[in-house]
């Protein structure tokens, strides 16, 4: 599968983006996708997962009740929204896509990347 996430801008601290992953092939619902972010200098981490059937999600503690994942499996999209941002949540925002079921955090589960989007946010 291919992915295509776009959405990234600059907004001031309190406000709000909501990133994009477009996927490309017929088998989308087959995969759990979830977003991982990158700051300068700063080891890739895991920000939220969503399941195949898009009835559970998971999410780092630093985003829990700020920030949600949603996926559309017919039109092959995954989206976070992101609310009450903050200057520590900038960085490259990815997404990423797995057939596992291990652990959702660890960036090695994931089998497939999208090229990332970059989210800035001032204080």
């Known amino acids: 599968v291919q992915l295509q996430a776009s959405g990234g801008g600059s907004v001031q601290a309190g406000g709000s983006l909501r990133l994009s992953c477009a996927a490309s092939g017929r088998t989308f619902s087959s ?6 972010r990158q700051a300068p200098g700063k080891e890739r981490e895991f920000v939220a997962r969503i399941s195949r059937s898009g ?3 998971y999410y780092a503690g630093s985003v829990k009740g700020r920030f949600t994942i949603s996926r559309d499996n017919a039109e092959s999209m995954v989206y976070l929204q992101m609310n009450s941002l903050k200057p520590e949540d900038k960085g490259v925002y990815y997404c990423a896509a797995t057939m596992g079921s291990g652990s959702y955090y ?3 589960e994931y089998d497939f990347w999208g ?3 970059l989210v800035t946010v001032s204080s």
């Open 106 to 108: 660890y960036t090695g």
């Open 55 to 57: 009835v559970s999600t």
């Open 115 to 117: 090229q990332g989007t």
């Open 31 to 36: 995969y759990a996708m979830a977003w991982f």
